[in-house]
T-cell receptor, first 112, second 111 residues
């Protein structure tokens, strides 16, 4: 069964450094999403992406964040200058038609 | 501000019984409703979705939606220990909208 994949599974970085989280959505899916989950808290929407542009973004998704689909398979989330509070699980999701979103296994980001 | 409310639990149910999970949402414009299961340290797994008022059944799971009351529920019949997890309710306005999640209900199925 096709699934969303994410790399790396765990990323440790120093405060102020840039990180890029990578995702490979399910191949025939058209809509792509990033979410985050701080430990012990709820899953929070960051951004949705369709037709090579951002469709919707939350208040969390400020100028420090950007997304890109650099080729036909990858979908990336970049955090330009990481803060301690960016430490969280980051989940990529994709959907074929809108809304039935399937999540990847996540990247645990630890900012020191 | 869109809100999704769930009782955090834990909800303890004997094996073989029916587990009933509930969720309310604040945005009357919400169009799509989802239940995800999340095991500790893992990602959310989609188990049910519902778009119309009424009931929708899939195997041991039944989702119920009442838009007038802004209420969504999930019933799990013949509960198994492997159903022990956190169940996340999520809603969306449709299109490419992101999902708004509740905090989840921690379900424990007692053998």
């Amino acid at each position: 069964e096709p699934e969303v994949t994410q790399t790396p599974s765990h990323q440790v970085t120093q405060m102020g450094q840039e990180v890029i989280l990578r995702c490979v959505p399910i191949s025939n899916h058209l809509y792509f999403y990033w979410y985050r989950q701080i430990l012990g808290q709820k899953v929070e929407f960051l951004v949705s992406f369709y037709n090579n542009e951002i469709s919707e973004k939350s208040e969390i998704f400020d100028d420090q964040f950007s997304v890109e689909r650099p080729d036909g398979s990858n979908f990336t989330l970049k955090i330009r200058s990481t803060k301690l509070e960016d430490s969280a699980m980051y989940f990529c999701a994709s959907s074929e038609v809108y809304n039935e979103q399937f999540f990847g296994p996540g990247t645990r980001l630890t900012v020191l | 501000q869109k809100e999704v409310e769930q009782n955090s639990g834990p909800l303890s149910v004997p094996e073989g019984a029916i587990a009933s999970l509930n969720c309310t949402y604040s945005d009357r414009g919400s169009q799509s409703f989802f239940w995800y299961r999340q095991y500790s340290g893992k990602s959310p797994e989609l188990i049910m979705f519902i778009y119309s008022n009424g009931d929708k059944e899939d195997g041991r799971f039944t989702a119920q939606l009442n838009k007038a009351s802004q209420y969504v529920s999930l019933l799990i019949r013949d509960s198994q220990p492997s159903d022990s997890a956190t169940y996340l309710c999520a809603v969306s306005g449709g299109g490419a909208d992101g999902l708004t999640f509740g905090k989840g209900t921690h379900l424990i199925i007692q053998p």
